[in-house]
């Protein structure tokens, strides 16, 4: 059986990425480097109000005197941040309310990465906001949203045209000086997406934007805001890919989330950014800083991601549980093969009274990839009643791989209850031969018995993304019996 | 990296004392010294940051200007005649330290032909080659600033010795006693050797005799060669001045099995290091806790098994009631090399917060580098069982009694685990006494019923 | 013995008891049947006094005295005793120190002597021949390690020790094989007497083949929807329960 499952293994790192191709469109580029002048250059071409470039500059000075963390269990080659493009947009601007004037090459790349922008096409109900680099280029569905009272729109124009809510909001949750990557993000983050849902509003359909790097030696920082007021409702997606490149790019994303009085916001993630090639040459490095403030009583706050993609990752999706009675949630399946490396879990911090979390982590290794699970539990001394269960599993494919697990339990409460269980294990060989044993082969078994093993998390999913992530798992996984 | 003003006031101290501490030590100590200098010089102790000093800062009280213990030169001897420590109808060998120092007081019975315990000065002499092959091979003055701290000052220590296929009948307990008119700071270096098919359970129980500040920083290497046997027992049982930072490090050959066993019932801070390497195939290991702390106590276990080959299994409980404004950290690292493969590793963690001002940090840790293993850990912070609460009360028994039945219930799971009877049976007591409050916290004495601090006291003079 | 009247109990918002009535006699011995989910478990938990549920309305009266206001452990010193459906294993909490204490906090109550040690061991001994319980199951912690029927047969054992006035069988014959069942019932025969009474909370015809009761009661969404002799153990045996269903919905 050996030999066969070298094989199978040598296959599936054989694997090309599915969406490793280049567009050719026209950009608009800022040149390569970083100083105080390319900072106010981005916001002087996004036509930004005042306070936004001072807020800029203010990140960017405290980022200089930041240093790269180095407490993650990844092997990071030195960043030339002086190597890195900080803009790059399509020349031919989208108006944003035609489709027809969106460039057709453009238009073209999304619909091969099956993300039709045309809603005509749009069968199952999905506001969609693109961003290829640093750009949001196309956010379909705005008018039926803007009925409801809710804003879906790229964070350029709510900057313009909301700049209240983006006043109040923006650094709230994840304030410039977080971390190094959330400094830089701040400092130079181009778009991302806006949402805000008004008072007692269930959002109607699946809001969603989708990312892809294209263009060479490019970062992209996007940011994320999203705003529920009391009584709200939504549910948010997001997706990436990127072109295969030997150099290795830099993402660093912040997403912040406010949801006030019994809001409730789901967020959702399934990230195929490029991970390098079987040699663990080039790749994404994903560095991103997610976290949701539960501001409100009875708010929730739930992540659900599926990670596969990315040479680095480099991630932590949190809820700050302040509001009383609020919940955060965070599912979590992290795939790394080949060289791929990941260390990524979630921080529940418990501040309110009768706060709830729960995380579930799902690990698979393969190849000579290491994954980590890291993870912070804080109970705070006033949080009476807290509760947290975890549970973090691993599952290796393969003996050259690594899969690793640092939570972290910080309880300061004696009225909290706080449950952390993981386990670590192989692939159970009993359960493929039970499947050899009713005629299924090895590969399809793997295939089986891992969609298994992660399918509380994928059941997170809104479905079109479920059929997606499955999808994405069963291509990064055939065959890697170890 | 830099070493800061208190790194350079021990390395001045040591440079003025530097003769008289070679000239009291062995060759053997004084090799590792120049190795541990050379480590201490340039990265000096871990500063609080450290990922593994992250819950325990221990800085405030590493200073030089503490009277070092060396240079009282076995001045308080003599405490050990007036010293008891009796676990009840404990029946064991008993050996003596005062102030980190073999003490040949007379009152150590004669061991069994072939079984040996003294001083590094004097074994070294007749087992040259033994210390040599062990002393600092598993404490590494590399990675830890303590250790090299520590073997920077060592000067004599206790060294044991189970030759192959002797087996120890008795437990033998060492009771290390603290003791002086002043404020001190002790550097303590054992060495336990447990050669091929040989057996022995040995008993740390460390105590305080006078009110001083101590500050211990020990550090015990046990070495336990293929299918040898090793109980290990750690009593701590010291007053609230006290800061003790234990260094444990062990290395188990093929078909080994080591218990180690630590017990903290009374304490100032408490800062275990806890290092097993399983080094031999079908090696076993259970390392288990309990610690009971109330007031401003501190208690930190860290933890770190390392399965260096493959087809070894380890088992890890530790368990912590906190009291008052006490607050207790735990760290677990379970390593599994690459290829260390068919590995079982289990460990959990469970705790217990009594009050509201009690706090507790709790980091189990996976990591994995083989696939064929079963791993596992699981933490908990909580309550009692409410349905075992209720189950208790519905037959009657008041919610008071049923929380000590249940507390005691939750501690009984590690004290389960101890090999000799009478220390298990005195434990359990002990430990019953103190969830039904029928033992002042403050005595500094709970453990082996030794004379109280102040009693002794008011006798020495 | 027992008297409750309009008994309403919620869980998580979820009224699960809609308004109980029932009245029980000393030396009777009462069936308590009904469809999975129906709310027996609850009802016995809710007498025993487990605060998960909370009562919202209704009264109960034990022995003359207000049963809804005493802690789960008066209520036990009072004589009430409940043969949990799901005993839980607790570690570490032996068997005997764990009965002694019940024993002994039960006499403290009621101004009894306390028992010797060597008087509690004999009547451990008695006690166990009478539901011919494995003599190391008292060595053990409490339930831990034991099988579902040794579970059980433990439930009869601890009510044999404590003697009580009113007992409440959760479901104690499910899972147990005829044999344990005819144990099981002997022992709640043998300690049947003319002052005390028990529910029995049953699935099965079977075990009142062994227990005859003189009542059978149906609960069927929280609230007593049938009560007659115990023919109707038997006509619920032969035709389920749909029948009830169909005629509540008639
Ligand atoms: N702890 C609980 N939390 C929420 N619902 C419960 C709980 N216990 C019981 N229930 C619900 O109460 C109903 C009655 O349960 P139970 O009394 O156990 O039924 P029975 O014993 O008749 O089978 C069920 O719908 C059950 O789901
Ligand atoms: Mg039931």
Redesign the interface.
């Known amino acids: 059986m050996a030999s066969e499952q070298d094989k199978l293994l040598e296959e599936v790192t054989n694997r090309e990425y599915q969406y490793g191709f280049h567009s050719d469109i026209e950009m608009d580029v800022l040149p390569k480097g970083l100083s105080e002048e390319v900072v106010a250059e981005i916001s002087r071409r996004k036509g930004e109000p005042e306070f936004m470039l001072e807020y800029r500059l203010k990140a960017y000075r405290n980022w200089l005197k930041m240093k790269v963390p180095d407490w993650a269990h990844l092997k990071i080659n030195e960043i030339d941040f002086q190597d890195i493009i900080y803009y790059a947009a399509p020349k031919k601007k989208p108006r944003l309310d035609s489709m027809d004037d969106v460039d057709p090459e453009l238009r073209a790349t999304f619909d091969k990465l099956g993300i039709p922008l045309d809603e005509q096409k749009i069968l199952s109900g999905i506001a969609v906001d693109a961003i290829i680099d640093s750009v949001s280029v196309k956010t379909t569905f705005r008018e039926t949203l803007a009925e409801k009272g809710i804003i879906f729109c790229s964070m350029s124009e709510a900057i313009k045209e909301h700049s209240d809510l983006v006043k109040k909001y923006l650094g709230s949750v994840v304030p410039p000086e977080d971390n190094y990557f959330a400094a830089l993000n701040t400092a130079v983050f181009s778009d991302g997406s806006f949402v805000y849902i008004p008072k007692g509003v269930r959002c109607p359909m699946e809001l969603s934007s989708y990312f892809r790097i294209n263009t060479m030696n490019t970062g992209q920082f996007e940011r994320t805001l999203i705003i529920a007021e009391e009584d709200s409702y939504v549910s948010y997606l997001e997706g990436c890919t990127a072109p295969m490149r030997d150099e290795n790019q830099l993402h660093a994303a912040v997403v912040e989330i406010v949801a006030l009085e019994r809001a409730e916001v789901k967020y959702s993630t399934v990230q195929n950014w490029y991970p390098g090639d079987k040699e663990g040459k080039g790749g994404i490095y994903n560095f991103v800083t997610k976290r949701g403030l539960c501001k409100g009583d009875y708010s929730k706050i739930s992540w659900t991601q599926v990670e596969t993609g990315s040479a680095i990752t480099w991630k932590y999706p949190s809820c700050v549980l302040m509001g009383n009675n609020s919940v955060g949630e965070f599912y979590s399946v992290a795939l790394t093969n080949n060289f791929q490396q990941a260390d990524t879990g979630t921080k529940m911090i418990h501040l309110g009274k009768n706060t709830r979390s729960l995380i579930v982590s799902k690990g698979i290794s393969a190849g000579r990839s290491q994954n980590s699970y890291r993870g912070l539990v804080k109970v705070s001394k006033n949080a009476d009643n807290a509760r947290n269960f975890s549970q973090c599993d691993s599952m290796l494919l393969g003996d050259k791989c690594g899969a690793h697990t640092f939570p972290y339990l910080e309880i300061n409460n004696n009225t909290a209850k706080v449950e952390h269980e993981a386990t670590t294990s192989k692939i159970g060989e009993d359960q493929i031969f039970y499947c050899n044993q009713r005629g299924i082969n090895t590969e399809d078994a793997v295939g089986l018995i891992v969609n298994g093993y992660v399918k509380e998390v994928i059941n997170q999913l809104p479905m079109e993304f479920a059929v997606e992530a499955q999808k994405l798992l069963q291509i990064s996984l055939e065959g890697s019996v170890g | 990296m830099n070493i800061s003003e208190q790194d350079i006031g021990f390395i001045k101290l040591f440079d003025s004392n530097r003769s008289f501490i070679e000239e009291h030590a062995s060759p053997v100590v004084n090799a590792e010294r120049e190795k541990a200098y050379a480590a201490f010089s340039a990265k000096g102790m871990p500063r609080p940051k450290t990922e593994a000093y992250k819950y325990t800062n221990l800085l405030p009280w590493f200073k030089a200007e503490h009277t070092q213990a060396f240079s009282l030169n076995g001045e308080w001897e003599r405490v050990v005649e007036s010293f008891q420590c009796n676990v009840n109808e404990l029946d064991s060998y008993t050996i003596y330290t005062v102030n980190g120092r073999y003490c040949d007081s007379g009152k150590n019975g004669t061991l069994p032909d072939g079984i040996v315990v003294g001083s590094f000065a004097e074994l070294s002499k007749e087992y040259p080659e033994l210390m040599e092959k062990h002393y600092g091979s598993l404490a590494d003055v590399e990675s830890d600033g303590f250790v090299a701290l520590n073997s920077m000052f060592a000067i004599d220590g206790v060294f044991v010795y189970v030759p192959k296929n002797k087996v120890l009948e008795k437990p033998l307990q060492i009771i290390n006693i603290l003791s002086g008119d002043r404020d001190l700071m002790i550097n303590q270096r054992n060495l336990i050797v447990v050669e091929e098919n040989a057996q022995a359970r040995v008993l740390f129980c460390d105590h305080t005799a006078s009110n001083m500040r101590f500050v211990v920083n020990s550090v015990t290497e046990g070495f336990v060669a293929e299918s040898g046997m090793l109980d290990f027992y750690n009593l701590q049982n010291q007053h609230n001045g006290t800061v003790m930072l234990g260094g444990y490090y062990f290395d188990q050959e093929s078909r080994s099995l080591l218990n180690a066993n630590y017990f903290t019932l009374h304490t100032g801070i408490t800062r275990n290091n806890i290092y097993a390497r399983l080094n031999g195939a079908k090696a076993e290991n259970h390392v288990s806790g309990l610690y009971v702390i109330d007031k401003n106590q501190h208690v930190d276990n860290f933890t770190f098994i390392d399965h260096a080959v493959a087809d070894c299994e380890s088992n890890e409980l530790f368990k912590g009631v906190m009291d008052d404004a006490s607050t207790g950290a735990f760290t677990g690292r379970i390593m599994v090399a690459p290829d260390a493969q068919r590995t079982n590793a289990y460990q959990s963690n469970n705790n217990l917060l009594l009050t509201n001002s009690a706090k507790i940090n709790t980091r189990p840790q996976l990591e994995i580098y083989a696939d064929d293993v079963k791993c596992s850990h699981g933490a908990t912070v909580g309550q009692l ?4 609460m ?10 008071e ?2 929380n000590i ?2 507390m ?6 590690v004290i ?1 685990k101890i090999n000799v009877p009478a220390l298990k049976d005195q434990i359990r007591e002990l430990v019953e006494k103190r969830f039904r409050g029928e033992l002042d916290k403050c005595d500094s004495c709970v453990v082996c019923g030794q004379i109280g601090v102040q009693q002794l006291q008011t006798e020495s003079r | 013995m027992l008297k409750i009247r309009n008994l309403r109990a919620v869980i998580d918002g979820k009224e699960i008891l809609r308004g109980i009535n029932l009245d029980i006699k000393a030396g009777e011995i009462h069936a308590i049947m009904g469809p999975n989910g129906s709310g027996k478990s609850t009802l016995a938990a809710v007498l ?5 549920f909370e009562v919202i309305e209704g009264s109960v009266e034990f022995n003359g005295k207000d049963l809804l206001d005493m ?3 008066d ?3 009072e004589g009430l005793f ?1 043969s ?1 459906q799901y ?2 294993e ?4 032996s068997m005997t ?3 002694r ?3 002994n ?2 006499k403290k ?1 009621r101004g009894e002597e306390i028992l010797s040690a060597s008087d509690f061991l004999k009547l451990m001994r008695d006690r166990k021949k009478l539901v011919d319980m494995d003599s190391d199951l008292t060595n053990r ?2 339930n831990e390690g034991f099988s579902g029927g040794e579970k059980k047969k433990n439930e009869i054992f ?1 009510m044999a020790m ?1 003697n009580p006035g009113l007992a409440i069988l959760d479901e104690t014959d499910s899972g147990l094989d005829i044999d344990a069942l005819r144990v099981v019932a002997n022992g709640v025969n043998k300690l049947r007497r003319p002052d005390n009474a028990t529910i029995l909370i049953t699935h099965y015809q079977r075990l009142l083949d062994y227990i005859v009761p003189d009542k059978v009661h149906v609960l069927f969404k929280g609230q007593i929807v049938k009560s007659a002799g115990k023919e109707l153990a038997v006509e619920l045996e032969k035709n389920g329960y749909d029948w009830i269903k169909q005629e509540m919905e008639a």
């Open positions: 069982d409410e349905e075992a209720f189950y208790l009360r519905a037959r009657g028994i008041s919610k009694e049923a039945l249940l005691f219930a939750f501690a009984y799971q389960e | 025993a006094g487990n605060e998960a802690s789960p452990e209520r036990a010193r409940l949990f005993p839980v607790i570690p570490g909490v120190n764990f009965l204490t019940a024993l906090e039960q109550y912690s409490v601890q404590l």
